[in-house]
C-alpha cells in the first residue's frame, strides 16, 4: 500500500515529520531547539529577514512557496557536527513552513561555520524534517545522523527510523522499517504500530549498536449492515498489542540487525507486511 504522495521521493517520504499535534521526542533524539538568538545567527545567511527576525518573510527562493508573503520559514531544532567531514563545524537545522505537505511543510538547512564570525549556506534538502535525531560518530572522523520520521495521510500514520549521510545527494543510507497505524483509515483489518523508543548504545569514543522497542498489535473492525452508516462506523476490536525489542550493531557506517532480533521482526512483519521491506 502506497502512503505517500505520487512523486514523492521514497526517502523523503519516509522521513517526514507532519504536523500530528504535539510529539515528545524519543528518548533516542538529541536534537536541540533553537533560541531566538541562534535562530537569527543561523538564519542570517538564507534569508534577509533572519538576522532580524529569526524567521523568513516571504519564504526564500529556495523553498516551495518562495516570494510568498502568506508563508514564513522558521527553524525548530538544530543538530551540531562534523556532517561533511572532520575539519567542518556544521550545522543541520530543522525547518518549518514554506512547503507543502508533499514536502511535509518543510525541510532541513545544512550551514557551515566559517572563520569566528558567520554561517554558509551549503544546501537545503525540501521534505527532510530532522528535529528527532542523534549524531552518530563515523569512521574517518565524519558524522552521520540517527533520526526518527513520521508521515501521516489518509487515517494512516507511518513512523520510520532512518541513518542519514550529509555527503550523499540523496542523504539516505539505512531506512530501517515502517511501521504503520491503520486505525483511523477505516479498512476492515490493520495494524496499529508505534515506535517506543530507542537509544544508541555508546562505546569508548563512538556508538556500538542501537536498541529499539516497537508496540504492535493487529485490529478488525465490525462492518455495519446499512450502506448509510459507511466503512467507518463499525467497531474496531484490536488484539492484545505486544512490545518488541530489535538490536543492532554499528559498523563505523551502518547498523546491522543481530540474529536474535530476527523473530520480532518476523512477528512484526506478521501484523504489518510492509514492516521489514528495507530491514538490513
Known amino acids: 500500500m502506497r502512503l505517500f504522495p505520487p512523486g514523492l521521493g521514497l526517502q ?28 537569527r545567527e543561523l538564519l542570517a545567511p538564507v534569508c534577509a529577514s533572519g538576522a532580524a527576525t529569526g524567521a523568513c518573510t516571504p519564504c526564500p527562493v529556495l523553498t516551495s512557496f518562495h516570494d510568498n508573503p502568506e508563508e514564513r520559514l522558521t527553524p525548530t531544532a538544530v543538530n551540531y557536527g562534523h556532517f561533511a567531514g572532520p575539519k567542518f563545524t556544521d550545522a543541520l537545522v530543522d525547518m518549518d513552513g514554506c512547503e507543502p505537505h508533499a514536502n511535509n511543510f518543510g525541510g532541513s538547512l545544512l550551514l557551515r561555520w566559517q572563520g569566528l564570525t ?14 528527532q535525531c542523534s549524531k552518530v560518530p563515523a569512521a574517518g572522523g565524519r558524522d552521520l545522523l540517527l533520526c526518527q520520521g513520521n508521515y501521516g495521510g489518509m487515517g494512516t500514520v507511518v513512523e520510520n527510523l532512518m541513518l542519514l549521510d ?17 486505525a483511523e483509515a477505516c479498512s476492515p483489518s490493520g495494524s496499529i504500530q508505534h515506535i517506543v523508543d530507542w537509544k544508541l548504545l555508546p562505546e569508548s569514543g563512538g556508538v556500538a549498536g542501537l ?34 525489542r530489535l538490536t543492532y550493531t554499528f559498523s563505523g557506517s551502518h547498523f546491522d540487525l543481530q540474529p536474535a532480533a530476527r523473530p520480532a521482526v518476523a512477528a512484526l512483519t506478521r501484523d504489518n507486511p510492509d514492516f521489514a521491506g528495507n530491514v538490513p
Do not use: H
Not at 558567520?118 to 528535529?131: A, C, E, M, N
Not at 550529509?166 to 491503520?182: A, E, G, I, K, P
Open 12 to 39: 523523503v517520504a519516509l522521513l517526514g515529520l507532519v504536523a500530528l499535534g504535539a510529539q515528545a521526542a524519543p528518548a533516542g533524539a538529541a536534537s536541540q531547539k533553537i533560541t531566538s538568538k541562534v535562530a
Open 166 to 182: 550529509l555527503t550523499r545527494s540523496d542523504v539516505l543510507v539505512q531506512n530501517f522499517f515502517s511501521t504503520s497505524d491503520t
Open 118 to 131: 558567520s554561517w554558509k549556506l551549503i544546501r537545503y534538502v525540501q521534505g527532510f524534517r530532522t528535529d
Open 211 to 244: 536498541d529499539v522497542r516497537i508496540e504492535s498489535a493487529t485490529f478488525t473492525r465490525a462492518q455495519g449492515g446499512a450502506k448509510s452508516e459507511g466503512p467507518c462506523a463499525g467497531k474496531l476490536s484490536a488484539a492484545p498489542s505486544r512490545t518488541y
